[in-house]
């Protein structure tokens, strides 16, 4: 994992730095033809058409697998659509869904349908990506755990791969299928494999070349499930691979994943992506698969909340506008909604929560940075020119200390329009640059601003986008320095929408030849001056909260600053575009819906919301979440209304207080214990490319065991003398162990972020020859490694012992045993998959469960905790009572020493939704959303706790936390249905 992530950093900062010339293309492996035979997804070289419409796809990656909740995908789906958004990404994860080789699991919370359902009724399309490889931060990278013993390369041609793939692409094949646009559905492109940019021979060492008959057989594939709607690739560089797709793609993260580090880490923003581009698919459009909308982070890292300060609304603005800069019409922002490594689902290098620093949060809530998305993707929305713009000039501007980079679009089509990005050269700059620019325009070339002394205004960490000659509908904008965000045509006036930072000057100018009055009709008249000639009026404004100019019946323009900017949403009216209706509500508007003359609106609120609706004379009434929302005239002809937010107080439990039982959950080092019903270790060989030094192979995924806790248990018979245990032992990053002789605690290795690995040594004492003895090894197991590189074989690095001895004297070894989730592949609990369980007695037992009858269970709560080196398992039930038309997200927050080596994983109704480890850390706040928590009912929450310190471990504290209380909500959210505890048959 290591390796890999330093070697793919390695080479894309190599790629960076040769600013990128494409390796040569492959020929002659078009499998399919433009079009694939359909003519409802098509393209030119500028941009996609859908249903003949030429489009701007603004597209937002989440996974569904990172939510198991059905019922919460419109909540996250609708948030993604109110952006101004179009379109959604997904990965899907094969190893969750083939978690026992040729058995799908695609029916309760990993059924596809309700999230493509979602997607149609939230007005989305939807962008698959079913890999066979993924990447993602998650276990294997998606590859299934079986994998580990199916030999030879993966992610190539090897026939073994093929074999293991080919069932899989042809089962999720057939889902997308149905799903296509073509059929109906939102599905409108997909992505066969992921980052297929770099390449390994079976020894590891680099492979120049990319396995073309590979990427001919997922294609051929993708085509014979059914799939004709385009598909696309995405190279981690613009570096000409997999160029058989119909539609070339590449990723970027510009920011990096430093979280440590604050914007003073940054990169300037690279100018090369167009021509690169260019050079390799001159015939498609840019199509960035995936852009960078926050980081992952690693055990021991940051925590989400200290990425987020790193890579928030100022990220946005340098980085997503200098995608524009390229004429980028495809544009994927990785992740927008990250979600949970719920059930064991990360890979080694991350942790329980998956929140991305994204602009919607893991507990669902907005975050600033989606705001300042939703500032830009209206406006690409309402700029059809910018489709076929593409840049025409680079050009610097280092005047009076400032230092700019001003890159100009010209509409290739249209032959009229530019769109200007200016921005800070350099992100380090810190001052706040002031300037005049020279643009081109219908009226010849114009120095702005125009009027009086004012100069342009460009903070640090901000860029901006100046057009000219751009038409809002009837309207002829010669230029505007202030930013569009929206314009519409309502009831035949032009309403147009623009803001700027508080404070600044920003002029916009209209040709026309009407003299108008400059009718200010809110906000200060002594903001705003004006000229006009016989040709233009240029209006020029100080930016405040809201200014309003009435221009004759003919135009209203609003001037609003940034925070008032976040607060205007521009629904697709009954899910139709260009209806014309733009509403200014606060935290979120949902939906907007005509029925007869009522506007019918929905979203969220959190204190007191100020509406503004523009909207044509027509609508007589307008309802708030089904509410009737009353409104008065305002002086410039819109509706205005107040809406005073009711969030009722609710009981919450004190987990500090519950009434919590426990139970041992380690009596495998008891003198009796039976471990007969454990599989026995007995291999003597493995696929794995490493082999090991051990008399039988001690590899957890060769019997089948792939997640959580895994249990090793040698029998021997001592020589008599042997008085040290030596082992190496794999687990992933931050993984620990603890060992016992018999009943006699060994010791623990504890972990720190970085290891993977441990070489250990245990004295042993006793072995008087003849005697019985019994190695238990209790292991963590993060996840499987990703393999990032086509042909590797990472994810196959085992979880076990590789090599283990005696010092002293050899004893005669009868046997190994092992154990990890109850029936491994073959796993008990197929509602909630096959990686939601580890291998701890309790959870074997399926006690980790809701109703459980655990009356007869000891009282301890966990503050108390474990008074040696072992595992408790604690169970608690709380009732939750939360009213309807509310969202109230909540975490299990939990908190110990930071120097307490404490792994504790936390169960809610039998979810795994938590992995805490003391002393590395960072997560302490474990989000579990609605329908995993009861919100109406009884919950119950599981903790094991394995104390891997001499003197015992507890928690210092456990919280049921309400992490807001907003208003609305998506509307009923179901639990997620899985079954309670039963006796399981042959359960050990
Ligand atoms: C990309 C990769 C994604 C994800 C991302 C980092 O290179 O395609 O799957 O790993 O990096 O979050």
Redesign the pocket.
């Known amino acids: 994992m290591i390796y890999s992530t330093v070697l793919k950093a390695a080479l894309l900062a190599a790629a960076a730095q040769a600013a990128v010339i494409p390796s040569s293309s492959p020929s002659g492996l078009r499998v399919r033809q433009i079009g694939n035979g359909q003519d409802v997804v098509t393209w030119d070289k500028y941009s996609f058409y859908v249903d003949g419409e030429r489009v701007m796809i603004y597209s937002g990656e989440v996974h569904p697998f990172r939510n198991p909740v059905q019922d919460l995908h419109l909540d996250i789906l609708q948030k993604v659509k109110a952006l101004g958004f179009n379109a959604v990404s997904v990965y899907i994860h094969w190893g969750l869904v083939e978690y026992e080789r040729g058995k799908f699991n695609w029916d309760g919370v990993f059924d596809l349908q309700p999230f493509f359902d979602a997607a149609k009724a939230a007005g989305l399309w939807v962008i698959v990506r079913p890999g066979p490889y993924?990447?993602?931060?998650s276990t294997g990278g998606g590859l299934p755990g079986w994998g580990v013993r199916v030999e030879g390369q993966w992610r190539n041609s090897n026939a073994n791969y093929t074999a293991a793939w080919e069932p899989y692409i042809s089962s999720v094949g057939k889902i997308i299928a149905k799903n296509q646009i073509t059929k109906g559905g939102p599905v409108i492109l997909t992505q066969p494999e992921?980052?297929y940019s770099a390449f390994m021979y079976p020894d590891g060492s680099l492979n120049p070349d990319e396995d073309l008959l590979y990427e001919k057989q997922l294609l051929d594939a993708f085509a014979d499930a059914g799939i004709e709607v385009p598909t696309f690739c995405?190279d981690?560089w613009i570096g000409g691979h997999f160029l058989s797709v119909d539609v070339y793609g590449y990723?970027n993260?510009p920011a990096g994943f430093d979280c440590l580090n604050p914007i003073t880490s940054w990169p300037d923003p690279p100018d090369y992506f167009y021509s690169s581009h260019n050079d390799v698919a001159p015939n498609t459009p840019n199509l960035i698969a995936?852009f960078q909308g926050g980081s992952?982070d690693s055990w021991g890292g940051t925590t989400f909340e200290q990425c987020y300060k790193d890579l928030g609304p100022e990220m946005v603005r340098v980085y997503n506008k200098n995608t524009y800069a390229s004429a980028t019409h495809l544009l994927n922002i990785?992740m927008m909604y990250g979600g949970t490594n719920w059930g064991h689902l990360s890979h080694p290098g991350g942790y329980s929560s998956y929140d991305y620093a994204a602009a919607i949060a893991e507990d669902r809530t907005l975050r600033e940075k989606y705001y300042e998305l939703k500032l830009q993707a209206n406006f690409l929305m309402v700029s059809p020119a910018y489709l076929t713009s593409v840049p025409v000039d680079v050009r610097n501007l280092a005047t009076n200390g400032s230092n700019i980079t001003i890159t100009e679009l010209w509409d290739e089509v249209g032959k009229n329009q530019r769109f200007y990005i200016l921005r800070q050269t350099k992100v380090q700059e810190f001052t706040n640059s002031k300037f005049k620019v020279d643009v081109q325009t219908s009226a010849g070339q114009i120095t702005v601003p125009q009027l009086g002394n004012a100069v342009y205004s460009l903070p640090a960490q901000d860029s901006k986008i100046l057009i000219t000659d751009y038409p809002a509908g009837p309207v002829d904008i010669l230029y505007s320095t202030l930013e569009v965000l929206t314009w519409k045509v309502i009831d035949g006036k032009t309403v147009i929408i623009l803001y700027g930072n508080t404070g600044e000057s920003g002029e916009t100018a209209i040709l026309t030849k009407t003299s108008y009055k400059v009718d200010v009709r809110s906000g200060k008249s002594s903001t705003v001056s004006s000229k006009q000639t016989s040709t233009s009026l240029t209006l020029q404004f100080v930016v405040g909260e809201q200014t309003v100019v009435a221009l004759g019946d003919d135009i209203l323009l609003y001037v609003v600053d940034r925070v008032n900017a976040y607060n205007f949403w521009v629904p697709d009216v009954n899910l139709k575009k260009d209806l014309p209706v733009i509403i200014k509500a606060g935290y979120l508007l949902r939906t907007a819906t005509f029925s007869g003359n009522t506007l019918a609106l929905t979203g969220d609120t959190n204190g007191t919301t100020v509406f503004e609706v523009i909207a044509p004379k027509s609508v007589q009434a307008y309802t708030w979440n089904g509410g009737s929302l009353d409104v008065s005239l305002t002086r410039w002809e819109t509706q205005e209304g107040r809406y005073r937010t009711k969030t009722p107080r609710v009981d919450m439990p004190d987990l500090a207080r519950v009434k919590w039982k426990y139970i041992n959950s380690l009596p495998e080092i008891s003198g009796n214990y039976d471990d007969s019903k454990w599989v026995t270790a007995d291999n003597t060989y493995t696929p794995n490319p490493t082999k090991p030094t051990t008399p039988v192979i001690l590899y957890a995924s060769d019997y089948g065991f792939h997640s959580g806790n895994i249990l090793w248990r040698g029998h021997f018979t001592a020589s008599g003398g042997e008085n040290l245990f030596n082992l190496t032992i794999q687990g992933g990053n931050a993984f620990g162990y603890s060992i016992w002789d018999n009943d006699k605690y060994l010791g623990s290795f504890a972990g720190s972020a970085v290891p993977s690995a441990d070489n250990g040594s245990y004295v042993l004492t006793e072995w008087i020859k003849g005697s019985s003895h019994v190695i238990t090894i209790l292991q963590d197991h993060m996840g499987l490694e990703q393999s990032w590189f086509g042909g590797q074989e990472n994810f196959k690095l085992s979880r076990g012992l590789s090599d283990y001895s005696f010092g002293g004297a050899t004893p005669i070894l009868k046997h190994w045993k092992v154990t990890g989730n109850l029936g491994g592949e073959k796993f008990v609990d197929w509602a909630r998959g096959g990686l939601n369980e580890g291998g701890l007695f309790a959870v074997r037992k399926g006690y980790h469960l809701p109703g459980l009858d655990d009356s007869l269970w000891a009282s301890k709560s966990p503050l108390k905790g474990v008074t040696g080196p072992g595992v408790e398992f604690y169970r608690a039930t709380f009732d939750l009572n939360i009213p309807d038309g509310v969202d109230y997200p909540m975490s299990v927050d939990i908190g110990s020493s930071a120097t307490l080596a404490l792994r504790v994983e936390i169960y809610v109704n039998g979810w795994q939704f938590g992995k805490y480890i003391g002393n590395i850390g960072p997560q302490k706040s474990f989000p579990v959303p609605q329908g995993i928590l009861n919100y109406k009912g009884e919950n119950t929450i599981a903790l094991s706790l394995w104390s891997l310190e001499d003197n015992g471990a507890a928690l210092e504290s456990i919280d049921l936390v309400l992490r807001s209380q907003l208003e609305g909500g998506v509307g009923t959210v179901k639990n997620s249905v899985a079954p309670d505890f039963e006796e399981r048959p042959g359960a050990y």
Do not use: H, S
Not at 134 to 137: A, K, R
């Open positions: 993924i990447n993602g931060e992921n980052e995405n981690a990723d993260y995936e992952f990785y």
